[in-house]
Nanobody, 124 residues
Framework: QLQLVESGGGLVQPGGSLRLSCAAS????????VGWFRRGPGKEREGVSC????????NYLASVQGRFTISRDNAKNTVYLQMNNLKPEDTAVYYC?????????????????WGQGTQVTVSP
C-alpha cells in the first residue's frame, strides 16, 4: 500500500521547536520532490518548504525562512521539517506531499500522494 505518514506534531509554546517527519511506504521516496504544506484556521493551503529528490534544492516560505529546515534521509525513506522559534501564526495542519517532477515554486500542484496531516499548535 502506497502511503505517506506524518508525525511529530503537537502543542508547543511560542519559541519552541518541533520536528515533523514524513515517512513513505510502498514506494521509493528518493524519486520524488517532497513538500511540506500547511493549512491554518480559516486560511488557504500554503507551501512551507520543498526539497528536490536529491536534496540539492530547497525552498522556503518567506515567513519561515531561517526558522525551518527541510531535510531528507533517503535511506530511511523519510523527509523531515525541523521547526524552530515557532510562532502562533505557525499553527496549522501540516501535510507532506510528493511529486515526480520538480516543484521550484513549492506549489503543491499535481502532487501524486499526500499524507493525512499532523496538527501543530503554537500557544502559550
Amino acid at each position: 500500500q502506497l502511503q505517506l505518514v506524518e508525525s511529530g506534531g503537537g502543542l508547543v509554546q511560542p519559541g519552541g521547536s518541533l520536528r515533523l517527519s514524513c515517512a513513505a511506504s510502498g514506494f521509493r521516496l528518493d524519486y520524488y520532490t517532497v513538500g511540506w504544506f500547511r493549512r491554518g484556521p480559516g486560511k488557504e493551503r500554503e507551501g512551507v518548504s520543498c526539497i528536490s529528490n536529491s536534496g540539492g534544492h530547497t525552498n522556503y516560505l518567506a515567513s519561515v525562512q531561517g526558522r525551518f529546515t527541510i531535510s531528507r534521509d533517503n535511506a530511511k525513506n523519510t523527509v523531515y521539517l525541523q521547526m524552530n522559534n515557532l510562532k502562533p501564526e505557525d499553527t496549522a495542519v501540516y501535510y507532506c506531499g510528493v511529486v515526480l517532477s520538480p516543484d521550484y515554486a513549492c506549489s503543491g500542484i499535481g502532487y501524486d500522494y499526500w499524507g493525512q496531516g499532523t496538527q501543530v499548535t503554537v500557544s502559550p
